[in-house]
């Protein structure tokens, strides 16, 4: 693999790399455009020794999941059923896990703050705000920008998307910065079943925005793009 492509392109034509790079930390969704030589200089790694890796996990033919099928079938779809699935799918899952997740943070909150003041502090200031962000987002996009991309080929309506891009980005932070902070959602040794399963529900929900951020980024919004610029 040359170390120019985009990580974005790799998991265009490779789906089953997003579970590779979700492994490694790799930002395939908002950070997608980023050249595997970049991503080694970000993470610190050896840059020949990351595209021999690279070129390994590429050439796996593992059986694929219904996630990297959802995803090669997305590509198939026209602009408009592009929306309406995004609308139907991340939008609708992502709401339901960010009102679960909310609910079981909150528990832990209270039943473990002695032993675990700093991080659960941490955990619900930062997932609050990402919860505040992408609410915000959900409601621009289904009211305003989407409306907009179905109706309109214009340069207005695609600065309107180059803003999404930017709160991409935005949520994007956020998302690491939990994902730092928790050594990739590693649990404590002295927690409850609550405790696990509101990991597992930010695990799912991470999981579903990268897939969410990389099919606008990466598919739907070029498709657009092309459509305005010719």
């Known amino acids: 693999m ?15 790399m997003m579970d590779v790079f979700n492994d490694l930390g790799v930002d395939y969704c908002c950070g997608g455009k980023d050249s595997l030589e970049v991503v080694a200089q970000k993470k610190n790694y050896d840059l020949d020794s990351f595209l021999r890796l690279v070129d390994k996990e590429v050439a796996k033919k593992p059986q694929e999941t219904s996630r990297q099928m959802d995803l090669k079938d997305f590509e198939k779809l026209s602009l408009k059923d592009m929306l309406d699935s995004l609308e ?8 339901r896990l960010m009102a679960a ?5 909150n528990r832990i909150l209270w039943a473990h703050y002695q032993n675990h003041k700093d991080l659960l502090l941490f955990l619900h200031k930062n997932f609050g705000l990402l919860k505040l962000e992408l609410e915000a987002h959900f409601a621009q996009e289904e009211r305003e920008t989407f409306p907009l991309m179905r ?18 980005t935005q949520a994007g932070e956020i998302i690491q910065e ?6 990739n959602l590693t649990l404590p040794e002295d927690v409850c079943v609550t405790f696990e399963r509101t990991y597992q529900e930010l695990r799912d929900l991470f999981e579903d925005i990268f897939i969410h951020i990389y099919k606008e980024n990466s598919i739907l919004f070029p498709v657009y793009e092309k459509e305005v610029l010719g």
């Open 178 to 183: 939990i994902l730092d902070r928790t050594d």
């Open 2 to 16: 040359k170390k120019n492509i985009s990580v974005g392109s790799i998991v265009k034509d490779h789906p089953h």
């Open 151 to 168: 109706q309109k080929k214009d340069q207005e309506t695609l600065d309107k998307v180059a803003i999404l891009e930017e709160e991409h």
């Open 88 to 95: 139907a799918t991340h939008h609708a899952d992502e709401l």
């Open 101 to 105: 997740v909310e609910e079981d943070l």
